[in-house]
């Protein structure tokens, strides 16, 4: 459960979290090592083995999650192949439920996430659920990833909160690790955030499989 009377501030992470990671483990791992292999004369296998080098040398630092590294990187357009799939943009157990009975109940509730603007704007037009944020937050304006040292106490340039009374639900460990080390107090992680993958192992931190099960009662 989540202490909900001592949290003023609960901030979302989108893709995992809000949002089925399928649509993100479908992309980079089926879509576009399919169309590096057609553009660039490679088998899938070698067109998958390069993407994952490439993602091993940059990964939790921003270039990971920006679009126009990965446009110079692999020479893809990577927007327009985003738009073949956005049929698989779907909201993860219980998400509107939360986030609606958290607005019923006058919380501040924001999305901060790591992906590229474009892609925030892409999947926000896609399910219709940026009317329930006060602040919808790139980590790209604050050219720094969530999981990097002072990004949360960053954060507070655009939106003050208080750590002390904020909740974050995340689904990499990493994220929830750094907003541990500054001081953010209510902490979880998500269970299954790819609806075609197993649930994940149990971290440190406790994990939210169905949203709607930790809605505060509004009744
Ligand atoms: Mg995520």
């Known amino acids: ?17 809000l949002l089925d990671l399928h649509f993100d483990n479908f992309f980079w791992l089926k879509l576009v090592p399919e169309h590096f292999s057609k553009q660039h004369g490679v088998s899938e296998k070698q ?14 630092t921003l270039d990971w999650y920006s679009i126009d590294y990965w446009q110079a990187e692999l020479k ?3 927007p327009r192949l985003k738009c073949q799939i956005t049929d698989k943009i779907r909201l993860r157990p ?15 509730v924001l999305l901060v996430t790591n992906a590229h603007p474009i892609s925030l704007q892409l999947k926000m037009q896609h399910i219709r659920i940026e009317k329930y944020f006060e602040r919808l937050i790139s980590s790209h304006q604050l050219k720094k990833a969530k999981e990097n040292d002072g990004f949360w106490e960053s954060l507070k340039q655009l939106f003050s909160y208080d750590p002390t009374r904020t909740a974050l639900f995340d689904d ?3 994220v929830l690790r750094q907003a541990h ?10 269970k299954q955030p790819d609806s075609q993958q197993p649930s994940l192992p149990v ?11 930790i809605a505060p009662d509004t009744c």
């Not at 067109?47 to 994952?52: D, P």
């Not at 080390?181 to 209510?186: D, L, P, S, V, Y």
Request: charged fraction near 25%.
């Open 203 to 213: 971290a440190e931190f406790p994990q939210v499989e169905d949203f709607g099960l």
């Open 1 to 17: 459960m989540v202490a909900w009377s001592e949290i003023d501030t609960v901030m979302f992470d989108m893709d995992g979290t």
């Open 94 to 108: 219980g998400a509107e439920q939360l986030l609606k009975a958290l607005v019923a109940e006058g919380k501040q």
């Open 47 to 60: 067109a998958l083995a390069h993407i994952q080098s490439k993602s091993a040398e940059v990964h939790g």
């Open 181 to 190: 080390r500054e001081g953010i107090a209510h902490l979880r992680a998500i």
């Open 172 to 174: 990499n460990l990493n």
């Open 76 to 78: 893809l357009d990577i």
